[in-house]
């Protein structure tokens, strides 16, 4: 069963902006809020990496190569997560995953969404 859905990829070029959407369909109010989820990517011959995280107390880390270029927000009531990624440049490409942490269940992926970025 699918948990978590991204949306939201595309190509764009240098110094455009992209917003991504990760929905939580099955979760329930509670579970998603209580969740702590995060956004990671996948460069093309990459390890997975760290983007962004929010913590269920809103708390937020960003990594080092997307300080003040990108945002990570959630939207409990609609249980939503989004990664607002503004001044791409080409090596933000990659497939990007969203992450979710929940406390009476594990972990989970979603599919993942190709963010491709043109020089």
């Known amino acids: 069963q699918v948990q978590l859905v991204e949306s939201g990829g595309g190509l764009v070029q240098a110094g455009g902006s992209l917003r991504l959407t990760c929905k939580a369909p099955?979760?329930?109010?509670?579970?998603?809020?209580?969740?702590?989820m995060a956004w990671y990517r996948q460069p093309p011959g990459k390890e997975r990496e760290l983007v962004a995280s929010?913590?269920?107390?809103?708390?937020?880390v960003y990594a080092d190569s997307v300080k003040g270029r990108f945002t990570i927000s959630r939207d409990n009531s609609n249980k939503k997560i989004y990664l607002q990624m503004n001044s791409l440049k080409p090596e933000d490409t990659g497939v990007y995953y969203c992450y979710q942490s929940r406390r009476d269940s594990g972990v989970y992926w979603g599919q993942g969404t190709q963010v491709t970025v043109s020089s």
């Open positions: 099955r979760n329930i109010f509670s579970t998603f809020s209580a969740s702590d």
């Open positions: 929010i913590t269920s107390d809103r708390d937020i």
